[in-house]
DNA sequence: TGTACATCAGTGAACGCGCGTTCACTGATGTAC
DNA sequence: TGTACATCAGTGAACGCGCGTTCACTGATGTAC
């Protein structure tokens, strides 16, 4: 019993109802949250019945963990291509922002307050290690051949609490220069995008680009 | 019609039952989240009926703005106390270190994704000024006598966008400081209590202190 | 090319649930003389 | 100290709502001969 190749026409529709009913949700997160998400309010929105969703998707959680995987997908394929332009840091960097001010729910549902009661599905973990993979490439990239001055307190954590990093062969620095760029951009990111900074008058840029900076040493 | 300065029974009893309902609610955020918060819930945990709540509380909304202004006020406190002991910059990032771990939820509350659809009040600007008072306080007194060897970027940039930092006369280095300091550490608190870093094996503690210890240039 | 059958998308009714909120009320607590 | 009255905490019934999910069904689409 092996899968055909070519999608039958049904498979075919079947692939195209689930992606509207997808983009759907994405708008209503967009406008109302991940916790409001409304499988009735879908369906009515594609001018279908309620029940009619659970052709496409077992249940809540199943469309929440769809669209929790594709946004993980989607970043994972944009720093991927970046890299593979021969993006340094720098431009991963750019890429993060660009890809979470294009649409910060999506930002806010990977990388926010995980919503109360949903238990991530395991397999993403998969694509987020691919996502660390195309970062620690970048930062050990970045590392002076020289080692530098002195390892830190956190260098030497790093160095026997590795496990995060998979097979990578990424030295020290390079695994502490991975993890302070993700959490000091998650930080600037995820203020900006609750809305902490409205109001006080500067450009979140600029405090972006400023992080940016001292993480590439320049 | 000048409010008694003594509280009568009456209203040292209705401060108590609204007491009681917020410590419920926090409960009930910490299993759940904010956005599952039910006065009904509250209610039937309290042993009272659901329409019982509304002599305490006009709605919904309500509670949770006092929940919110607890929050920032109980962070400012504990800034203001620390600061009052002496506390450098590194002092002030253990306490709100303390303060995130002591309470996730109040943490994730007001520094995390907004409650959809809910509106923030007003009033806790004064509140959050307060905090950022402190925190600009001690950014100036860790800057070092002379100026140091150039303005970044961002330092420029702030000293022309400073309405945010109020009557404070720290100069543009302690403002830029101040606003690493705060999306830095948020970066690795909030990343942290969302569960970001659980399996991968490292101690966060050493993340937040190679940033603390980054941020105070030792 | 035509017929018989299987597959499957979608419907409408129904289930039980909990929510926020209102309303008219009872009964206890406090106040004024 | 005792009585009459006002205040107000809390109740129970009720409102309308939308949710996730199940079930037996209809009717269209695709498949096999």
Redesign the interface.
């Known amino acids: 019993m092996v899968k055909s190749q070519a999608p039958t026409p049904r498979e075919r529709y079947r692939a195209q109802v689930r992606e509207e009913v997808k983009k759907h949700a994405w708008e209503q997160i967009a406008t109302?949250?991940?916790?409001?998400l409304s499988l009735n309010a879908i369906a009515k929105q594609m001018g279908l019945s309620g029940p009619a969703l659970y052709r496409y998707f077992a249940n809540r959680d199943e469309l929440i963990t769809a669209l929790i995987r594709d946004a993980y997908r989607s970043l994972a394929d944009a720093f991927r291509a970046r890299a593979a332009d021969g993006a340094d840091l720098a431009g991963l960097a750019a890429e993060l922002r660009r890809w979470a001010l294009e649409d910060p729910q999506r930002y806010?549902l990977v990388?926010?307050?995980?919503?109360?009661?949903y238990e991530a599905p395991t397999d993403t973990?998969e694509i987020t290690a691919e996502i660390m993979t195309v970062l620690l490439d970048a930062c050990a990239a970045a590392e002076p051949a020289e080692p530098g001055p002195s390892a830190?307190?956190?260098d030497v954590?790093?160095a026997a609490?590795?496990?995060?990093a998979r097979e990578s062969d990424a030295p020290p620095a390079a695994l502490?220069r991975a993890?302070?760029f993700?959490?000091?951009?998650?930080?600037?990111l995820?203020?900006e995008l609750?809305?902490?900074f409205t109001?006080?008058?500067?450009?979140p840029a600029?405090?972006y680009?400023?992080?940016v900076?001292a993480l590439t040493g320049s």
Chains 1, 2 share one sequence.
């Open positions: 109302a949250g991940a916790s409001a806010l990388y926010g307050t995980p919503v109360p009661g973990t830190g307190p956190l954590h790093l609490h590795r496990a995060w502490s993890l302070t993700w959490s000091r951009l998650h930080g600037v995820s203020l609750a809305g902490h109001g006080m008058g500067f450009d600029r405090l680009a400023a992080e900076a």
